[in-house]
């Protein structure tokens, strides 16, 4: 089955930027996701990527990738309060039954 | 708003006591799945739909069982709570990409469960 690594934990200021790294295994990925989990909710769809992209950006969130290296990473700029949460990545695999693989999550503590 | 629903949030049962959890879903997609996510732990998936076909990872417990009534709604049954089954439970729904959709999962808010 296909690993997905991240690391388990980020410290950071309010108003300086976050990066979240992600590495994976199966290069078969068509799409990469990135969840973010507040305290006691469900997990919530951040942002993606198609594998045939290496970079997306989307508001405060930019999203790289380096399918040769299979490494996946989400920058935060500016980050709030509000974005203290696990972040979850996920490549979504080319199986057939539509399943995604997560990594173990990283949680993010924005210091004020 | 199209949405993934979950009731309740917060369930309290008995050790050895069956509890069904519900989850609904507006998108209507033919895809849905059951996680259940320990503390600090990624989401772990139990098993999952394909319309009505089910389909159960190889190391989901015996005690726990699912059935989906129809596209709307599935139901996670626990048929005799351990310790060990306390944890969110959380459900999501796609569209399968044969149907044209992404592999992209929308997740319910999770029913937390405590076993006393």
């Known amino acids: 089955g296909e690993d997905v690594e991240q690391s388990l934990f980020l410290s950071v200021r309010e108003g300086d930027s976050s990066v979240i790294n992600c590495t994976y295994t199966?290069?078969?990925?068509?799409?990469l996701y990135w969840y973010k989990q507040e305290p006691g909710a469900g997990l919530q769809l951040l942002t993606y990527?198609?594998?045939?992209?290496d970079m997306k950006q989307d508001q405060r969130l930019t999203v790289l990738l380096n399918k040769k290296d299979k490494h996946l990473s989400l920058r935060i700029a500016d980050t709030q309060t509000g974005d203290s949460a696990i972040y979850f990545c996920?490549?979504?695999?080319?199986?057939?039954?539509?399943?995604?693989?997560f990594g173990g999550g990283t949680r993010l503590m924005v210091k004020p | 708003d199209a949405m993934v629903i979950q009731n309740p949030r917060y369930q309290v049962t008995q050790f050895g006591k069956p509890v069904t959890l519900s989850c609904s879903q507006t998108?209507?997609?033919?895809?849905m799945y059951w996680y259940q996510q320990k503390s600090s732990q990624a989401p772990k998936l139990l098993f999952h739909?394909?319309?009505?076909?089910?389909?159960n990872e190889a190391d989901t417990p015996d005690n726990f069982q699912s059935r989906r009534p129809n596209t709307s709604f599935c139901f996670l049954d626990i048929r005799s709570p351990g310790l060990g089954d306390a944890a969110m439970y959380l459900c999501?729904?796609?569209?399968?990409?044969?149907?044209?959709?992404?592999?992209?999962?929308?997740f319910g808010p999770g029913t937390r469960l405590l076993v006393l």
């Open positions: 996920t490549p979504g695999g080319n199986n057939a039954g539509n399943m995604l693989t």
């Open positions: 199966d290069s078969s990925s068509t799409y």
């Open positions: 999501a729904t796609s569209r399968d990409i044969l149907a044209g959709g992404f592999k992209t999962q929308y």
């Open positions: 739909y394909y319309d009505k076909d089910f389909n």
């Open positions: 990527i198609f594998s045939n992209m």
């Open positions: 998108l209507n997609h033919n895809v």
